[in-house]
Structures are given as C-alpha cells and as structure tokens.
C-alpha cells in the first residue's frame, strides 16, 4: 500500500512539477533535488524588481523524509504534508534569501497553513537556497 501511495505522489508531482506547462499556464522549472524533496521555480512569473533582487515562486514537493523534518520541527499538524508554494526574494549581492508567502498543502491539496515571513536569512553553501541561487543570479 505504501508503494502505491508513493507512486501516486509521484505522478501527482510529476503532472504538477514536471518540466513544460503547469496550472494556470506557469513554467515549472527543476533546480534540484535532494533527501527531503524536489523544487521547482516558476520561471514564468519570476521578476527582477531591481538588477539585485528577484522574487520568484518555489514549489517543493516532499519525499517521507521531508515530511518527518517538518513533523520533527512544527508538530503531527504536518503529517499529511505534500508540498508547498513559497514567493521568495533573493539579494543577489548578499547571498540572502527570505519568504514573502508560504503555503502550504496536504496529501489532497487542501490548504494547511498559509504564511507570511519577512525575515531575510543568510543561506549555507550546497544548501538548496544555494542552489536556488546559483540558478537565477549567476
């Protein structure tokens, strides 16, 4: 049963995150993988508000791993996480990420937890904000 569950989430992240056109027409491009999950940008609504800064929508979509690290880290409120849509802001310059709006959604796509953050936050190395990074300001 759990083989099945994990298959239908990987057609159901390959119809939503896949290369090509998504929903509502957005441009759903790969930028990396890893342990907790694959994400996405949109490159379709990305902007460039001035030369050093970009807003752009990330989706990550969550192995089991991922969801246990939100678990571990927000509570069982998360256990049915599937993926999120987060509008981040990038400081070229500074190497500094923040998020603008996180939403997040179940194993159904209902809405679990939509926020707002304002914070900007230096990110590490080979970290996927790296990555994120690498892709869209070099």
């Given at each position: 049963m759990k083989k099945y569950v994990q298959l239908i989430m990987i057609l159901f992240g390959l119809l939503i995150?896949?290369?090509?056109?998504?929903?509502?027409?957005?441009?759903?491009?790969?930028?990396?993988?890893?342990?907790?999950?694959?994400?996405?940008?949109?490159?379709?609504t990305l902007t460039r508000p001035t030369k050093d800064m970009v807003r752009v929508w990330v989706q990550s979509a969550y192995t089991d791993q991922g969801v246990s690290h939100w678990v571990t880290g927000g509570g069982e409120e998360f256990q049915n996480l599937g993926y999120t849509l987060v509008l981040f802001e990038l400081n070229c310059v500074e190497r500094a990420i923040r998020s603008v709006q996180i939403v997040l959604y179940s194993k159904n796509a209902e809405v679990l937890n939509p926020t707002n953050v304002n914070e900007w936050e230096f990110f590490a190395p080979n970290s996927m904000s790296d990555v994120l990074y690498q892709a869209l300001c070099n």
């Open positions: 995150f896949g290369p090509g056109q998504g929903w509502a027409g957005s441009f759903w491009k790969h930028y990396g993988t890893n342990e907790d999950g694959s994400y996405y940008y949109d490159a379709e």
